[in-house]
């Protein structure tokens, strides 16, 4: 049985990537049948686990973009709400 601290250690060494690719193949085994009881609950624990590090790379890969996005105009002043209404002035 993994620990938290295995569990933390492991999801840091995973790249989404990695954790999807391991996540598709958990999935084809247990699609595929004959394990044991013992081994098909051991996947579905591992396939519980490799889909949150999945959600948690894909969460922070918003968070990033949505600031990236945001930029410097997004620091709560007027002049940054781009809200459009002054365009037409000039």
Known sequence: MTS?????TD???????QARDELIE?????EAGGTTLEESLALW??????GKMC???L?????RLDAALA???????PE????GEDDDEG
């Open 4 to 8: 938290k601290t295995d569990a933390k």
């Open 11 to 17: 999801e840091t060494a995973l790249g989404y990537e």
């Open 26 to 30: 958990v999935v084809r085994k247990l």
């Open 45 to 50: 624990e591992r396939g519980e686990e490799l």
């Open 55 to 57: 959600r948690r790379w």
């Open 59 to 63: 969460d922070g890969a918003r968070e």
């Open 71 to 77: 930029g410097p105009e997004s620091d709560g002043s």
């Open 80 to 83: 940054g709400r781009g809200s």
